[in-house]
């Protein structure tokens, strides 16, 4: 169950887009569809932001979209936000029925 | 509105017990699969174990596999996670979550969190 691998941090300035990779193996992320997002803000609990690799829950602005290629997800925001800046954690199903996280990216917004 | 509140977070030393439990509301309750998740302050979120809504089937991580068991009381809507053998690296803020419906699970509406500490 090693988790699944994101860059530490990213960074964009307002109206851009940014684009956060999560890398899994052939036992998660590129054997399923199976994949989930998270935003976090500082001192608050996570908020379900993706599932099924790109489908957004009700609420969930449209500038947010999901995308999957092999063993790797992206999570990308397009016409960045101040409100945008938090930690972004992506998940996946496993073959072992375990659910793993990744280690959290960090947004920046300029 | 659906709302998660844990409590039975504390103090506890290495090796000792504690239960947190999960009172849930504003869903049917029965209808769905229940997870904890916890986080170390600062840190990454760490998938912990599973439940269905039955309660007849659990899931759990390898790191506190034999140690830690979920369940569920579905005529009092809460949820529990029993914590045996603490060990410091228990330490964090452990998440009641919700589950979106269907299969696998997501996490769908999380708690506040309550926070264990496990040390000397």
């Known amino acids: 169950q090693s988790a699944l691998t994101q860059p530490a941090s990213v960074s964009g300035s307002p109206g851009q887009s940014i684009t956060i990779s999560c890398t899994g193996t052939s036992s998660d992320i590129g054997s399923y569809r199976y994949v989930s997002w998270y935003q976090q803000h500082p001192g608050k609990a996570p908020k379900f932001m993706i599932f099924?690799?790109?489908n957004r829950p009700s609420g969930v602005s449209d500038r947010f979209s999901g995308s999957k290629s092999g063993n790797t997800a992206s999570l990308t925001i397009s016409g960045l936000q101040a409100e945008d800046e938090a930690d972004y954690y992506c998940?996946?199903?496993?073959?072992?029925?375990?659910?793993?996280f990744g280690g959290g990216t960090k947004l920046t917004v300029l | 509105e659906v709302q998660l509140v844990e409590s039975g977070g504390g103090l506890v030393q290495p090796g000792g017990s504690l239960r947190l439990s999960c009172a849930a509301s504003g869903f049917a309750f029965v209808g769905y699969g229940m997870i904890w998740v916890r986080q170390v302050p600062g840190k990454g979120l760490e998938w912990v174990s599973s439940i269905t809504g039955g309660g007849g089937v659990t899931y759990y991580a390898d790191s506190v596999k034999g140690r830690f068991s979920i369940s569920r009381d579905n005529s009092k809507d809460t949820l529990y996670l029993q914590m045996n053998s603490l060990r410091a690296e228990d330490t964090a803020l452990y998440y009641c979550v919700k589950d979106l419906g269907g299969w696998p699970f997501y996490f769908e509406y999380w708690g506040q969190g309550t926070l264990v500490t496990v040390s000397s």
């Open positions: 998940s996946s199903y496993t073959s072992t029925s375990t659910w793993v």
């Open positions: 099924d690799v790109s």
